[in-house]
């Protein structure tokens, strides 16, 4: 799998409509690697930009993730962390029939399947 993903123009829409992949593709992002084991967690963290918004990751991390629309992976702790605002960003646009989604859930669906595909296929462990 890990060579498919290294080269997305070889993954069929075939493949990617079978729900498998998505997991696999996540798990493989998550950990930066194909060996998925039994009781493997991944947690998922939604974190915000503003001053008040209480994380550990430093604020400019967390504003520069909502300002590129872009996730942020910690591969050694199975973690990914996902900016809030832009999730609230993708709810409140319009999406008329010209600009390729005709819903927020396609649009969001789309967004993440990129970030994670990208960072299951490059290995980044993060993007700062």
């Not at 991390?61 to 199975?78: D, F, K, S």
């Not at 809030?84 to 390729?100: C, H, M, N, R, V």
Request: aromatic residues 8%; contains cysteine; hydrophobic residues 40%.
């Amino acid at each position: 799998m890990a060579e498919e993903l290294r080269n997305l123009v070889n993954i069929t829409d075939e493949e990617v409509a079978d729900p498998a992949f998505r997991s696999r593709t996540f798990h493989c992002a998550a950990f930066n690697q194909d060996l998925i084991l039994a009781g493997t967690r991944i947690r998922v963290t939604f974190v915000g930009t503003g001053p008040q918004d209480i994380s550990h990751l430093l604020l400019d991390v967390r504003q520069n993730m909502a300002n590129g629309n872009t996730l942020l992976w910690r591969t050694c702790l199975g973690t990914v962390y996902i900016p809030a605002t832009s999730i609230l960003k993708f709810l409140q646009d319009d999406y008329p029939t010209e600009a390729g989604f005709t819903s927020a859930e396609q649009a969001i669906e789309h967004w993440l399947l990129s970030e994670i595909s990208t960072a299951a296929r490059g290995g980044i462990g993060g993007v700062f």
